[in-house]
């Protein structure tokens, strides 16, 4: 081998070792399909969580009464439409994160995805305690608010370790969430919108900027 083709030989050894060691540290196989379904399971949440308010509050869904004895009806209904969908929401993005990490040779298990699993849940565990006080105190006004920002910085969080542009959906959802703080009358379109809408936009930008070649 002649020295004129060493340095190149060099340099793509350095690009190999730079791919091995982002593999190691980043989790990449995140699936925009598993964004587009949580954003479905969000908006069939909402779906059904607008038909059990319109069958309480009819169709001014602004006049947020939570003392008489008939919310608290409502209030189970939507605990568990919320405790569905979010289950629902988590089984479908496991399934297809889990087919894309199988196609890469990839596990579930391994050092980066554990590492983006812990940089969500300190924010989501949070936010999720800080929920649940709201709702014993019956304040029922920042629930929605409180539950996009703190996921959105939990995706901000973990982009840390994934790849970089759940940074810019977990931006989106703090935004949107401080924007609901002032228009807590409409905080289900919020919701709606944070977790239905955006997931769905996010998930068909990065299936299309990083799977649609495979598919």
């Known amino acids: 081998m002649s020295s004129e083709n060493q340095p190149l030989d060099s340099l793509q ?25 949580a954003g479905i399971c969000a908006m069939a949440g909402a779906w059904l969580a607008r038909y059990f308010m319109g069958g309480y509050y009819g169709d001014d869904l602004s006049r947020w009464i939570y003392s008489d004895d008939s919310f608290s009806l409502l209030r189970t209904q939507l605990l568990l439409t919320a405790a ?19 196609g890469h040779g990839e596990t579930l298990g391994n050092h980066a995805s554990r590492k983006v699993f812990w940089s969500m ?8 305690v800080f929920t649940l006080g709201m709702l014993h105190h019956n304040e029922w006004h920042f629930v929605a608010p409180a539950c996009l ?19 810019y959906l977990g931006y989106c959802e703090i935004a ?10 409409r905080s289900l379109y919020f919701w709606t919108l944070g977790f239905g809408v955006l997931h769905i936009v996010y998930g068909v930008i990065m299936w299309w900027k990083y799977e649609r070649a495979k598919a």
Do not use: H
């Open 13 to 37: 050894d350095v690009r190999d070792i730079r791919k091995m060691m982002e593999r190691s540290s980043r989790f990449t196989s995140l699936s925009g399909l598993s964004c587009v379904a």
């Open 84 to 102: 569905g969908t979010f289950g629902a929401a988590l089984l479908g993005a496991f399934f297809f994160t889990w087919r894309k990490a199988k």
């Open 121 to 128: 849940a300190v924010p989501l565990i949070t936010g999720g």
């Open 149 to 167: 920002v703190f996921y959105g910085l939990g995706l901000v969080n973990a982009g840390k370790y994934t790849v970089a542009d759940i940074r």
């Open 176 to 185: 949107l969430g401080l924007v609901n703080v002032w228009f807590t009358q």
